[in-house]
């Protein structure tokens, strides 16, 4: 039925979020804020977003009786978390309208998929190659040389699933290591910084980014988010350019989040695409009009976007781990806005909080 159904959802309807992590959790805080109800539909119980959303569903994704009750307890869908199963997705899709739909995510899942897409709309990524088996990863490093990183097509995250291939690595245990017949070798990008891009796309189509972010990562997991990015006002256009024309491609309804390379020689070429709220986009709660998070509420409900603009430059830090020991000092910090996920075990490298300081806003937009 998707789009058939009535366009604008107003304040009072139901959200629902496949996915129960903290974007799930500032999705319904943000919903809330504009008087929505949320309901999340995970596996995992006492998650950071069921904690705060009025329902959830605690089910596999694959179990369409949950399934089909959920679709008919919410008005619309949307996505916390890429690795749903896009055969679950499909099926909701039949059922309610889910923004953005799956074949957004089918795209977004897939590494292979995703570099073929953004390569056939002339946008540059490195240079890859599909790796199914030792011959294929073989011909690949022949190609694209070393240093490369080889990783895992799907279901990778924060870095795992991916192994560099440096001058002495021997291919065959690189290969073993992925434990995939369905990989991408990718040729090393000597970058100068990682940026991204946030942009929103409404229900008509109409489109607005959040300035270009750098992003600094520790150990694969990004750790610091600096608001703007201090790029050239020509760089920052054409990454907001990217932003824009790859969600358009892709008919996104909701948020698509761009992971770019700056080159040493000033070019910009994409890592990775996410059609959901991103970590680096956590700032735009403090130092924006409207939030990464309101902002797709205001899209997947068919209300006008908001303002992108910021008020002030900021810095997110997030809490890894231990970190988030820290929160006693950080509340006391003058100007520190302390964000925590209620997970109640820390483990390394999971994200459990962030904190972003904001200063003055500084010229250009
Ligand atoms: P990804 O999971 O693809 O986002 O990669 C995680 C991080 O690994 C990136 O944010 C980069 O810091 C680094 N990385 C990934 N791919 C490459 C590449 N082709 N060249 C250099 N660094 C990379």
């Known amino acids: 039925m998707s789009d058939a159904a009535p366009q604008r959802l107003d304040p009072g309807s139901t959200i629902g979020i496949l996915g129960d ?27 950071p977003a069921a904690q705060v959303c009025a329902a959830s569903t605690l089910a596999d994704y694959r179990d369409t009786a949950a399934l089909d009750r959920f679709a008919e307890a919410v008005d619309v869908v949307t996505l ?17 309208p889910v923004r953005p739909g799956p074949s957004v995510l089918a795209v977004a899942q897939d ?28 011909a690949a490093v022949a190609r694209i040389g070393r240093p490369a990183v080889l990783k895992t097509a799907k279901f990778g995250y924060d870095g795992k699933g991916q192994v560099t291939i440096g001058p002495e690595t021997d291919l065959a245990a690189a290969f073993a290591e992925t434990k995939t017949d369905h990989a991408v070798l990718e040729g090393w990008v000597d970058y100068a910084l990682e940026i991204s891009v946030i942009v929103g796309r409404g229900l008509d189509g109409a489109m607005a980014a959040y300035v270009p972010v750098e992003n600094r ?14 790029i050239a006002p020509g760089i920052a256009a054409r990454a907001g350019e990217i932003a824009r024309k790859a969600a358009e491609a892709l008919n996104v309804v909701g948020l698509l989040a761009v992971e770019m390379f700056v080159t040493l020689d000033g070019e910009v070429l994409v890592n990775e695409i996410a059609p959901r709220p991103h970590n680096s986009g956590h700032w735009t709660i403090d130092a924006c009009d409207v939030s990464q998070f309101q902002q797709l ?19 997110m830090k997030n809490l890894i781990g231990d970190e988030v020991l820290q929160w006693p000092a950080l509340l006391a910090e003058p100007g520190a806005r302390l964000h925590l996920y209620g997970k109640t075990a820390i483990r390394p490298g999971r994200k459990m909080g962030h904190v972003t300081r904001l200063r003055p806003r500084s010229n250009p937009a």
Do not use: W
């Not at 500032?26 to 596996?43: E, N, P, Q, V």
């Not at 990562?217 to 201090?230: E, Q």
């Not at 509420?297 to 810095?315: K, N, Y």
């Open 297 to 315: 509420v205001r899209a997947i409900c068919g209300l006008p976007l908001g303002s992108t603009e910021r008020h002030s430059d900021a810095e």
């Open 217 to 230: 990562h520790v150990n694969h997991i990004l750790d610091t988010t600096i608001a703007p990015a201090g």
């Open 21 to 47: 992590g903290q974007l799930g959790r500032m999705i319904a805080l943000a919903a809330a804020k504009l008087g929505y109800r949320c309901h999340t539909f995970a596996d995992t119980p006492d998650s």
């Open 80 to 96: 916390e978390f890429e690795n749903v199963p896009e055969e679950s997705v499909r099926y909701l899709a039949g059922r309610v």
């Open 111 to 138: 590494r292979m998929l995703e570099k073929n897409f953004l390569n056939g709309i002339g946008i540059a990524t490195a240079p890859y190659a599909h790796v199914t088996d030792l011959p294929s990863l073989e």
